[in-house]
Nanobody, 117 residues
Framework: QVQLVESGGGLVHPGGSLRLSCQAS????????MAWYRQASGKERELVASMTSSGRTKYAEPVKGRFTIDRDNARNVVSLQMNSLSLEDTAVYYC???????????WGQGTQVIVSS
């Protein structure tokens, strides 16, 4: 079983920055895929950014150039640096991890990000 614990959410003004972190713990071999999703009120959960264990990244269009995902494989931590935040970035952000073999998919409990003036 894998536990994911997010931290770093909070309230920020438009144009500000936040850094989210997600610590993975428990028993696993390799977390092949780690990602950040977000869910705004009344909307479906959406992928924000992802990174494979080899370092390949993917970003949702709305966050390209503003958000950066990185991971420390030795510490099993994935982070999301969010810059130039806008009101539309307000959401609960969830950490996600997938192990391919044996298969397992895991979610954190979420951390709230509020962008407000």
């Amino acid at each position: 079983q894998v536990q994911l614990v997010e931290s770093g959410g909070g309230l920020v003004h438009p144009g500000g920055s936040l850094r989210l972190s997600c610590q993975a713990s428990g028993y696993f071999l390799t977390l092949d895929f780690m990602a950040w999703y977000r869910q705004a009120s009344g909307k479906e959960r959406e992928l924000v950014a992802s990174m494979t264990s080899s370092g390949r990244t993917k970003y949702a269009e709305p966050v390209k150039g503003r958000f950066t995902i990185d991971r420390d494989n030795a510490r099993n931590v994935v982070s999301l640096q969010m810059n130039s935040l806008s009101l539309e970035d307000t959401a609960v952000y969830y950490c996600n991890a997938i192990q391919i073999g044996p298969y397992g998919a895991y979610w954190g409990q979420g951390t709230q990000v509020i962008v407000s003036s």
